[in-house]
Every structure is written in structure tokens, then in C-alpha cells.
């Protein structure tokens, strides 16, 4: 099973400042036929189910706003918050989807 | 409007059965895998399992295999989750989640499961 490394567990970030959020894999995640690293990232409020923000690693979803990039490849990737807005307090999780079982990370939890 | 509606939750005692279900609509549902994912009560998620577009490949997590069977019909634009010999373990809330060994897009709003004494 491929386990997923999330760091920090908790972040507080000023607002307008960056916030930074690691993955890491423990088999990499990009394939050898596509070219693409099978990750994603998602955001969870309190009572809400998760919103994916990152698909690929890098693709920023529809709607999503520009703060928001991802980064990295094979085995260690990057979830950067470039100016921290007040509603971007969440939970934060990455997520492979290379193979079964699918696993996310144990989320790290961004406050102001 | 892409939309899954999970229902089915509630409180049922250990080693106790219980079937979720998730209605889908706004999309083609027979295009698309399913999946179901719990979150136990202030922690993270756990993707639980998965049907392939036709419910002939499934796949789960090891925690939940020979006691949970995930099923669906495409006809109802449907997916089920039939859990039994239910323990503590398994309470949590649980989403069902379109994605077919790609990011999850469209998640439903979620049902609690409570295993309870």
C-alpha cells in the first residue's frame, strides 16, 4: 500500500502570507505512460465534505482561486497558499489515486 | 447540477448490518467508478471502496473486506454500501464520491454511521 505523508500537522500562517503544506509518498506517483503524477489535493471546512482543489499535482480546478498551487513530482509534492485569505482556514489533504487502496494523508490543519 | 446524495445512516449496535445508499444525478452515472470514503469523528479520511462503471471489478480497503459489499445500479443511477458485523471502528460519516482512479470531483454531503452498545 502506498502511504501518504502529510507535514506539518498544524500551520498558523498571518493573513497574506504563505502557507506551505508537504506530501510525500512512499512509492512514486507518476507514471511511466502518461507522464502524470496521479495526486490530488483537497480542502475540508468544518461540516462540509472535502473540495478538491489540485488534480495532477499541478492542475488547479475550476473555480479555484490563483493562491492556490501545486507542486512536485515522483514521490514528493507541494500544496502552496500564496496569500492566506480568512477563508482558507481548513483542513488540507492530499491524496494518490495510482492504485488500490487509494489513501490520503492525515491532513494538516491551516489557521490564522 | 452534478449531485450524490448519500442516505442510510443511524445508529446500530456492534456486529450489526446497515446499507447506504447514494442517489446520483446531473451526469452520466454509468461512465464513472464510485467510490465511498468515512471520516471517523475528528479525523481524517479513509477511502473504504470502490465499482468499476459496469460493478464488475471492486475494490476496498483491507479493514472492511469478507464485511462490507459495495454495489450500484446504473439503471437507478445508484451505488449501495452493505455493511455488516459492524464494530466501533466503523463509525464515522460517510461520502460517496465520484472518481474513477482519478481526483475525486463530486462528493456527497455525507451519512453518519454510529456503532454503538
Known amino acids: 500500500d502506498i502511504v501518504m505523508t502529510q507535514s506539518p500537522d498544524s500551520l498558523a500562517v498571518s493573513l497574506g502570507e504563505r502557507a506551505t503544506i508537504n506530501c510525500k509518498s512512499s512509492q512514486s506517483l507518476l507514471s511511466t505512460s502518461n507522464y502524470k503524477n496521479y495526486l490530488a489535493w483537497y480542502q475540508q471546512k468544518p461540516g462540509q465534505p472535502p473540495k478538491l482543489l489540485i488534480s495532477?499535482?499541478?492542475i488547479r480546478e475550476s473555480g479555484v482561486p490563483d493562491r492556490f498551487s501545486g507542486s512536485g513530482s515522483g514521490t514528493d509534492f507541494t500544496l502552496s497558499i500564496g496569500s492566506l485569505q480568512a477563508e482558507d482556514v481548513a483542513v488540507y489533504y492530499c491524496?494518490?489515486?495510482?492504485?488500490?487502496?487509494?489513501?490520503f494523508g492525515g491532513g494538516t490543519k491551516v489557521e490564522i | 447540477e452534478v449531485q450524490l446524495v448519500d442516505s442510510g445512516g443511524g445508529l446500530v449496535q456492534p456486529g450489526g448490518s446497515l446499507r447506504l445508499s447514494c442517489s446520483a444525478s446531473?451526469?452520466?452515472?454509468?461512465?464513472?467508478?464510485m467510490n465511498w470514503v468515512r471520516q471517523a469523528p475528528g479525523k481524517g479520511l479513509e477511502w473504504v471502496a470502490n465499482?468499476?462503471?459496469?460493478?464488475?471489478?471492486?475494490y476496498y480497503v483491507d479493514s472492511v473486506k469478507g464485511r462490507f459489499t459495495i454495489s450500484r445500479d446504473n439503471a437507478k443511477t445508484s451505488v449501495f454500501l452493505q455493511m455488516n458485523n459492524l464494530r466501533a471502528d466503523d463509525t464515522a460519516v460517510y461520502y460517496c464520491v465520484r472518481g474513477d482512479w482519478a481526483p475525486f470531483d463530486c462528493w456527497g454531503q455525507g451519512t453518519l454511521v454510529a456503532v454503538s452498545s
Open positions: 465499482i468499476d462503471r459496469d460493478g464488475t471489478s471492486k
Open positions: 446531473g451526469f452520466t452515472f454509468g461512465n464513472y467508478w
Open positions: 495532477w499535482a499541478s
Open positions: 491524496q494518490h489515486y495510482y492504485n488500490a487502496p487509494l489513501t
